[in-house]
Each structure stands twice: as C-alpha cells, then as structure tokens.
C-alpha cells in the first residue's frame, strides 16, 4: 500500500517468517548459553483465577532478567564475521538492550544501544555493565528505534530489531518449547505483548506441539494495540501510549509479528496498571517472584479475570524482573492498597505529637501495623485550631482495616477525615 500499512492479505504467510524447526535451531544454538527457567505452580493465583493449574515460566530469573538474551543471541551468533567486525547497533526500552549487550559479550562483538529516556537507570547500568555503548535518545521508543536506524546507516553497524525479526522470533520461541515439554498437558499459554516477538516465538513452538492449545496475549490499557490490528486486519499504530509497563510500551506490531501473530495468536486482551501493581504485589508476596510490570501482565490478567481459564491448566510466562528497587516498592503499595491490604487515611489530630502514642497503641491493638505517620501540609479545608496528619496502615484485608480505621476515629481528639480503603478488591470506595 501506499502509506506503508500492512494488511492481512499483504501480510507474509507466518511460515514464510519462523518455523517450528527454526526454533529448533535456536534451542541448539542457546544450549549452554541460556538458563532453563523453572515452571513453578503458584496456587494461590489458581484459586484466584479458577484454573486447574497455574504455572509460572520465571524468565525474570534468565540472564540478564528477561527473556530477551535468548533472540538476541541467536540472531547475533547467525551474523558472518565481516558483519561481526563493525558491530550491531540496536534499540531498546530496556530489556533488550541487556540481551544484545551480553551477546555481543560472549560473541566479541561491539554493541550500541539507542534507548528512549523513559528506561530506568537499572537498565541503562546493566546494559553499560555488559560493556555496550548507551545512547540515549527520544522520548519515547519509536524516536530510539529512528535514530538507531539512523546510527546503522551512516556507521556501517548491522541492526539487531527487538522483535521484528525472524531469528529474534526463533530465539524467543524457545520459552515455548521448554514449557510445551514440561507442561505438555497446558491449556492457555498467557505471554505479554510489546511489539509481539515473544508471543510470535511461543506460539509458533506451542502450535507446533498442540495445535488446540490457546495462546493469549496480554497488553496495558495504554498500550493496547494488538487486538484493534487484529480486528482490523492490518496494522494499527496508536499515536500515544501511557502505561507504566515500560517494557511493553510499543505502538505497534510490525510486518513479520503482526503475520505470526494473526495466524498463531488466539485472543489478546488489556489490563490496566492498577492490575499490573496488583499482579507484581502477588507475584512478590505468594510466588517470591520479583517481576518488573511487562513481566507481570499475563498474572494481571488471571487475577482480574481479563482471561477465562476456569478449570483450565494454564502457563504464564513472567518475561522479566529488571526493576528499580524504589519503582517496585512503589508497585508493590499501590497494589496492596487495591487488593484492600492497605489504605492510606488523612486525619485531624487536637495534639502533635501527644496523640501519637494514642494512635500507635490503637492500631496495635486492632492488629493492625502503622507503616507510616507524618504531619501533613495544612490546606484551606483543614481546621486552623487541629493538626493534618496522614497515615498509612496495613493489615489482613478491607474488613480489618475498615475496623482499624474506626477504632481511630472512635479516638477523642481524632477525626478520620478520609481515606483511600478498597472495600472490595478491585473497587474503590468513596472517601469517609
């Protein structure tokens, strides 16, 4: 077409771009390179989902914490050695920077990585720790993958794409073979969608094994493009994304994924960041897993019920672990104010700090923890003769916390001005 759009029927037949043999291959070329993750069974997000089985394909614990090691090794062990001298350039959000970055390690080969300056420092470091050069440039994704391009062409470096490329495809592909041979009884396969090579990869090794297994894709709310792509027939781009799953924040698919993934993908569906928070807080609480939000969506998707898997055997790969230790605890409080697990309250005290003790000893007493106290900034809604305190609480659900707060505001000298308590997980409340 004349705009560049691909469509389905311009589209590449997805045999024409990855094979199950060309995963084959890549599982052979990784072997000895790569971690075999573990496939743990998290029943605690069984029963809250209503599978059968729910394992965990635990890429945040591969090298370099993502998956992404495993498409870039095997593109960049394929390139001849002419191409090998003069370096890759590549871009990259984050994860797989690292993965080209160790590659061009292990294979003596220089690397540049252009990433948009949304990246987290963790990743930017680790990328720089695996000895790559780090540009960074744009705001956003495409702006990086621009003048990734740009750096490929005027300095003779061959580009290795984060997705849209058959041996990245094939490389990724492999999480799909080890979980098609330790869970060769799965029903759903749940894998998260950036710019779709993970998921083309998985399915192309799962279809291959089990034709009737169902592979769901999972993207955010603010990055959603897939599923209109899909429903349109052709590639649709969005004009913005806003999500804080920076590892898949892209805004599209592209020629070779969008083929794959309309031939092999069975449903794709959306969560929004409150479920991201959520999913990372169980993930970190019940399974001991510490993912970074990208990583954690196929979770968010059992636990906010995006997904039907009621009675099912299901495998949710959590592609990466690469957070900040301050961006998870953020995530982490966020998901347990919505799980009803925590609640934030703005009170007025007659005294500060004499009600202090007051307050520490009530909420000891309702079982409950005060994780936080502080004097708050006066506003013009505050009375002038009381203190503004804010507190944060934590306890077993919204039941004990709601208790909690009563027995605060029961307190002479303290009202209970509002608060942040999620009654039922997933709704919010109104404020006292």
């Known amino acids: 077409m004349s705009d560049g759009r691909v469509t389905g029927e311009s589209a590449p037949p997805a045999s024409d771009v990855v094979t ?30 209503g599978a059968e089985r729910v394992d965990l394909k635990l890429e945040n614990v591969q090298r370099t914490g993502s998956f992404k090691i495993r498409g870039a090794y095997n593109a960049m062990a394929r390139l001849p050695e002419s191409v090998r001298e003069r370096g890759v350039v590549a871009s990259s959000a984050g994860n797989h920077a690292q993965g080209v970055a160790l590659a061009g390690d292990l294979l003596g080969i220089d690397t540049t990585i252009v990433v948009p300056e949304i990246t987290p420092a963790v990743k930017i470091d680790a990328t720089r720790g695996y000895g ?8 956003i994704y495409e702006e990086s993958y621009e003048h990734a391009l740009r ?29 098609a041979a330790d869970a060769p009884d799965v029903d759903t396969v749940l894998v998260s969608i950036g710019g779709g090579g993970l998921i083309s990869g998985i399915a192309t090794a ?26 349109a027939d052709e590639i649709r781009m969005l004009s913005e994304v806003d999500t804080v799953a920076e590892g898949i924040a892209d805004a599209r698919l592209l020629e070779r994924t969008f083929a794959v993934v309309r031939d092999r993908v069975d449903d794709v569906v959306s969560v929004e960041d409150t479920d991201l928070a959520v999913a990372t807080t169980v993930l970190a609480e019940r399974a001991k897993a510490v993912a970074e939000p990208a990583g954690a969506a196929p979770v968010a998707a059992l636990l906010s019920g995006a997904v039907d898997v009621e009675g099912e055997r299901v ?19 966020v998901g347990m104010q919505a799980l009803g697990r925590a609640v934030e309250a703005r009170l007025e005290l007659d ?53 909690a707060l009563d027995s605060l505001a029961a307190l002479d000298g303290v009202e209970v001005v509002s608060h942040s308590l999620n009654r039922r997980v997933g709704e919010s409340t109104e404020s006292a």
């Open 20 to 49: 199950a043999d060309d995963v084959a291959d890549a599982h052979e070329r990784l072997d000895g390179v790569v971690h075999r993750t573990p496939l743990d069974s998290s029943r605690t997000i069984a029963d809250r989902c």
């Open 132 to 139: 790559a050069d780090v540009v960074v440039e744009g705001d």
């Open 206 to 231: 799962m279809k291959a094994r089990n034709p009737d297994v169902r592979v769901v894709g999972v993207q955010p709310e603010g990055a959603a493009h897939a599923k209109p792509s899909l429903e």
């Open 315 to 333: 495998a949710a790969v959590v592609s990466g672990g690469n957070v900040g230790l301050s961006e998870h605890a953020e995530l982490t409080r």
């Open 351 to 403: 005294g500060w700090p004499a009600a202090l003790g007051d307050l520490s000893e009530t909420v000891a007493d309702a079982g409950a923890e005060l994780d936080s106290v502080e004097r708050a900034a006066r506003t013009a809604a505050d009375a002038p003769n009381r203190v503004p305190v804010e507190v944060r609480l934590a306890g077993s659900g919204p039941d004990h916390l709601a208790d």
């Open 151 to 179: 750096l490929a062409d005027e300095e003779g470096l061959e580009f290795v794409h984060p997705f849209d490329d058959a041996a990245v495809i094939a490389g990724q592909g492999t999480v799909g073979r080890e979980i």
